[in-house]
């Protein structure tokens, strides 16, 4: 049982340039979520899906796009990188029903030049 | 998502309870009180939640105020381990949106 797992865990872009984060969980949750973390702050929500299919816009949205084609994946793209997108980036998932925890993946350090 | 304030940093000496509190003032009926901690660059860790009634869990207890617009997070004997930054959240349980604010430093000194 892996939990949620975030690939890559580093990537250094140019500006520009398009990624794709990946967020993978094992746990059938429902629920899952991106957030970014800049250095000294907060958690802020970028997007989130409640269920296959569907996809939400959160505190930070732009630049941004994100697709949930399987429950179980939930992928997070920069389409065109700048270097105010460097930060880390943390994957999250939780049930519909239940306690409401959320579960964390470890996270992805992306710095755009 | 009601707001929640909390301090930016506090202190702690090892061994003596770390008593953290957040201001929840807006908060709605159905909005539970949750509370998560970050070690270091980690993903975050869920610690315990609440609606209403005090919780006790193995890591940490919760009090919340009766008109429910405080509540604090009780480690009953801070270690050094504990040392990290913690969120308090409001959610609703079944609702997908979850924001978190700035959260506070807790710094456990020996």
Redesign the interface.
Same mark, same amino acid.
């Given at each position: 049982n892996a939990g949620?797992t975030q690939t890559p865990k580093f990537r250094v872009l140019k500006t520009g340039q398009s990624m794709t984060l990946l967020c993978a969980q094992d746990m059938n949750h429902e629920?899952m979520?991106w957030?970014r973390q800049d250095p000294g702050? #907060?958690?802020?929500?970028i997007h989130? /899906?409640?269920g296959e299919g569907t996809t939400?816009k #959160? $505190?930070v949205p732009d630049g941004y796009n994100v697709s949930r084609l399987k429950k179980q994946n939930f992928l997070l793209g920069l389409e065109s990188a700048a270097p105010s997108q460097t930060s880390?980036y943390?994957c999250?998932s /939780?049930y519909?029903? @239940?306690? @409401? $925890?959320?579960?964390? @993946? $470890? @996270?992805s350090r992306l710095t755009v030049l | 998502d009601a707001k929640t304030t909390q301090p930016p940093s506090m202190d702690c000496a090892e061994g003596r309870a770390a008593n953290l509190p957040c201001n929840h003032s807006t908060i709605s009926g159905n909005e539970?009180v949750?509370w998560?901690r970050q070690i270091h660059?980690?993903?975050?860790?869920?610690i315990i939640?609440g609606l209403k009634n005090n919780e006790t869990n193995e890591m940490a207890s919760l009090i919340i105020t009766e008109d429910r617009k405080s509540s604090t997070l009780i480690l009953p004997h801070a270690t050094l381990r504990d040392t990290a930054?913690y969120?308090c959240i409001v959610?609703v349980?079944?609702a997908?949106?979850?924001?978190?604010?700035?959260?506070t430093t807790l710094t456990v000194k020996p």
């Open positions: 949620v629920y979520y957030y702050m #907060g958690l802020r929500l989130y /899906s409640v939400a #959160g $505190e880390v943390f999250a /939780s519909l029903q @239940g306690t @409401g $925890e959320l579960f964390f @993946g $470890e @996270g | 539970y949750y998560y660059s980690q993903g975050p860790q869920y939640h930054v969120y959610r349980v079944n997908g949106k979850s924001t978190f604010g700035d959260g």
